[in-house]
C-alpha cells in the first residue's frame, strides 16, 4: 500500500511539474493587451546573452510561463536551465504552431541563471 501511494504521488509530481512552475496551462484563445503586446515586443531585443532573470524582467516584465528546459536526450535527460515565455498571441491550443497562431518570445536561461538564448516566432 505505502509503494502504490509513494508512486502515485512521485507520478503526479512529475505530471504536473511544469504547471506548478508557471502557475497553470496558457488559455486558448489568448491576447496580450496592447501595453503587455508593445513591453514585449519593444523589450525583448534589449534582452542580452548573459543577463540574470531579474534584468530580463526589467525589459519585458514577468514571464508568462517558466518551465525547465532539459539537454536533448530521450532517456533521462538533465535540466540544462530554465526558459521564461512572453506570450502575445495563440488563437488555439492544439496543432502546429503556425495553426496555433503563436506570437511569442523564449528566453533560455541556464543553470547559472545567465541568458543563452532569445527566440521568437510569429512576429
Known amino acids: 500500500m505505502k509503494d502504490n501511494f509513494f508512486f502515485k504521488t512521485a507520478f503526479l509530481s512529475v505530471c504536473f511539474y511544469p504547471i506548478a512552475m508557471r502557475g497553470g496551462p496558457m488559455e486558448s ?9 508593445t513591453s514585449i515586443e519593444q523589450g525583448y531585443a534589449k534582452i ?12 519585458v516584465g514577468n514571464p508568462d510561463e517558466v518551465n525547465p ?6 532517456k533521462n535527460p538533465k535540466q540544462t536551465g530554465i ?17 496555433r497562431g503563436e506570437k511569442v518570445v523564449r528566453v533560455s536561461f541556464d543553470l547559472k541563471n545567465q541568458v543563452t538564448a532569445v527566440d521568437h516566432w510569429g512576429f
Do not use: F, S
Open 48 to 59: 542580452e546573452i548573459g543577463m540574470n532573470p531579474k534584468q530580463v524582467e526589467e525589459c
Open 29 to 37: 484563445p489568448y491576447v496580450a493587451g496592447h501595453e503587455r503586446k
Open 69 to 74: 528546459l532539459y539537454e536533448p536526450k530521450i
Open 83 to 99: 526558459a521564461y515565455w512572453y506570450w502575445i498571441e495563440r488563437r488555439q491550443e492544439t496543432g502546429n504552431a503556425n495553426e
